[in-house]
């Protein structure tokens, strides 16, 4: 049951300018380029800012010397903002899509391992059913992409929810965890080595995933427990094309889940190092917002990767 105050004040107090405001106040940093980015004249844009405060009892923006910040507040409100600017946008196509049957478009977010198997079966597979359909994908981290679902620029993500902020919110239907191996290029020197240790594997080149996802905090947290410096020489990057690259171009090695490179495994361009590394990662899976309505192609995006996680072998 939704609380009549709020209501009292999105009814009263709120307007879709201010909605509009925010986000591009949260872009910008600037009450000038938020302004210019909104179509409103610098003074109205103050207004509009000093209404919003008035009404909520709070500040929302540091004015500084250069700019302004917003306050825990308004990051609060900028990301509210965002989210129902995105949830209008939706509804418009929601309404363009039963008008013109099942079209429109998709954005959905993905971690690495999914987006080589499970969305790409799904997308062929959705698409072949409804080829007016748009479909959006985004590669990245689960903290970023749970940021963009949160936001309203995602209709869903197959990763992981990292923090109990975001799972307040969330709604998650886990699938599968990933075994990770140690992959190198075909003829790298430690494959011949026997009784390979991690203090081997410290000195050697590495390609890492960026700083604060749970990979790297793992392998950080392995290198650690063994009392072992962490390896000096690396390139961060999760983009594959990038990762198979440097492998087959270089001594390098990297942590991966097998199928991810299964094809070069196959060939024989790349091998896995006969070295356990006992990391699993936590369970990824669907998820979508709470009490948050999927538009007809977005749901069917999920009933398809549901049917596809359905038939494919964990």
Do not use: C
């Not at 509804?91 to 993905?110: C, D």
């Not at 990763?159 to 886990?174: C, H, K, M, V």
């Not at 087959?248 to 199928?259: E, N, R, T, Y």
């Not at 299964?262 to 896995?272: E, I, K």
């Amino acid at each position: 049951m939704s609380d009549p105050g709020s209501d009292r004040f999105v009814r009263t107090h709120l307007k879709t300018r201010q909605l509009v405001l925010l986000v591009e106040l949260g872009r910008h940093g600037s009450i000038l380029h938020a302004a210019q980015a909104a179509n409103l004249t610098q003074p109205a844009a103050s207004k509009l800012l000093s209404e919003l405060e008035y009404a909520l009892g709070v500040q929302l923006f540091e004015r500084l010397a250069r700019g302004i910040a917003p306050t825990w507040y308004g990051e609060v409100m900028i990301r509210r903002a965002g989210a129902a600017l995105a949830e209008m946008d939706a509804a418009h196509q929601e309404v363009m899509e039963l008008l013109s049957g099942l079209s429109g478009r998709v954005s959905i977010g993905a971690v690495m391992t999914p987006s080589t198997g499970l969305v790409p079966k799904a997308v062929t597979l959705l698409r072949s059913r409804h080829a007016r359909l748009n479909i959006l994908i985004s590669v990245d981290t689960s903290k970023l992409l749970i940021q963009r679902l949160r936001a309203g620029e995602l209709d869903l993500v197959v990763g992981r929810i990292l923090d109990t902020e975001s799972a307040a919110e969330l709604n998650f239907e886990p699938l599968t965890d990933e075994p990770h191996s140690l992959i190198v290029r075909a003829g790298h020197p430690l494959l011949s080595r026997s009784n390979l240790g991690l203090q081997d594997l410290a000195g050697e080149a590495w390609i890492l995933p960026p700083s604060g996802s749970i990979l790297r905090d793992r392998l950080t947290a392995l290198f650690l427990s063994r009392g072992l410096d962490q390896p000096a020489e690396t390139v961060e990057t999760i983009a594959l094309p990038v990762i198979t690259s440097l492998l087959l171009g270089s001594d390098m090695l990297v942590a991966l889940p097998k199928q991810i490179v299964q094809t070069y495994l196959d060939s024989g361009l790349l091998a896995v190092l006969p070295y356990e590394l006992g990391l699993r990662m936590d369970l990824y899976g669907i998820v979508t917002r709470k009490q948050h309505r999927l538009s007809p192609g977005a749901q069917a995006m999920l009933d398809t990767l549901r049917e596809v996680a359905t038939k494919s072998p964990s």
